[in-house]
């Protein structure tokens, strides 16, 4: 079962209902889901406005088969937490009962992050086979070649993993992230020049125009679905002959549908790269190379990545 949103996971505030709770997770874990599902019933009949237990619920049910009672008890949780931070609307996406949004509940990523950040690199880089900053700077070691970068921007920075894989090619490198424990963990490594916690297009619209001459986002915009926004933004802090490198997880044409984009079964977007380059086109970023390549695996299949360097025109 995926990770429950910190805040939200752990008590209900009763013991008998937390209870249940436990025991419905033990029937879950041994696959019988239809059982956690009744028990689960029977904790929020004592404590009904718990919305984090209405999400384990709905899990319950999906994983049991019933459709329409898990999208009903979804419903609850988006009802009980207008925040969303278990990120019910994705669930209730990817089972055809919601329009997709353009980007997942900004509470639900930053919860899920803050609770993952400590553990973050051990778990991405060595259960996942994580390697993205490190393909994106290789590019960059190919496509221009001695260059130094003065002020460069890491977009939704994580760890710093990205400031790591470049450390000898920046001047000064600044970071943002939504989650402020992955921030935490980045500045332990002292390779920024600054470092924020904000969302990531609210982050742009407030630096000045041409104000780097790097702009990075590795393993980012897989959680924004309609890129144009966060392209522009990051088009008009680039100078003019600056480099802008980032990565998607790469679907086809017919896989993204009319948007460009879909929402995968991981929660994560997919997009099409012709799409993204037409995009990046369309705000005066100019393509240097397009790379096909393994981002991560995903329950054990390789995620296929595209990692896509361009110069500001």
Same mark, same amino acid.
């Given at each position: 079962m995926p990770p429950l949103a910190p805040t939200l996971a752990f008590t209900s505030g009763d013991v008998i209902a937390d209870r249940r709770?436990?025991?419905?997770r033990a029937y879950f874990a041994a696959g019988e889901a239809a059982a956690a599902a009744e028990l689960m019933e029977q904790a929020l009949e004592i404590v009904p406005d718990?919305?984090?237990?209405w999400f384990e619920l709905a899990e319950f049910r999906e994983a049991a088969g019933g459709r329409d009672?898990?999208?009903a008890a979804y419903e609850r949780v988006l009802a009980l937490d207008p925040d969303d931070r278990c990120g019910a609307i994705l669930r209730l996406v990817r089972l055809g009962a919601r329009a997709t949004p !353009?980007?997942?509940p900004a509470a639900h990523v930053r919860d899920l992050f803050d609770g993952y950040a400590a553990r973050f690199e051990r778990s991405l880089v060595d259960g996942l086979g994580y390697r993205m900053p490190e393909h994106l700077a290789d590019m960059l070691a190919r496509l221009v070649p001695g260059r130094r970068f003065a002020h460069g921007l890491d977009l939704g920075c994580g760890t710093g993993l990205m400031a790591v894989a470049l450390k000898d090619r920046v001047g000064r490198l600044d970071g943002v992230d939504l989650s402020a424990g992955m921030v935490a963990e980045a500045r332990a490594k002292g390779l920024y020049g600054a470092?924020?916690?904000g969302e990531l297009v609210s982050d742009l619209a407030g630096l000045a125009d041409a104000?780097? !001459?790097l702009v990075l986002a590795a393993d980012v915009f897989c959680y924004l679905g309609d890129l144009a926004p966060a392209l522009a933004g990051v088009a008009r802090v680039t100078a003019p002959g600056g480099i802008v490198a980032f990565s998607v997880e790469a679907l086809t044409a017919e896989e993204a549908g009319d948007g460009g984009h879909r929402l995968r079964d991981s929660l994560r977007y997919g997009h099409d790269p012709a799409a993204v380059e037409r995009v990046a086109r369309s705000v005066g970023l100019v393509p240097l190379s397009i790379e096909h390549t393994v981002g991560r695996r995903d329950r054990g299949i390789d995620v296929t990545a595209a990692a896509m360097v361009f110069t500001k025109a």
């Open positions: 709770r436990e025991h419905a718990w919305a984090a237990g009672g898990a999208i !353009d980007a997942p470092l924020r916690v104000a780097f !001459d």
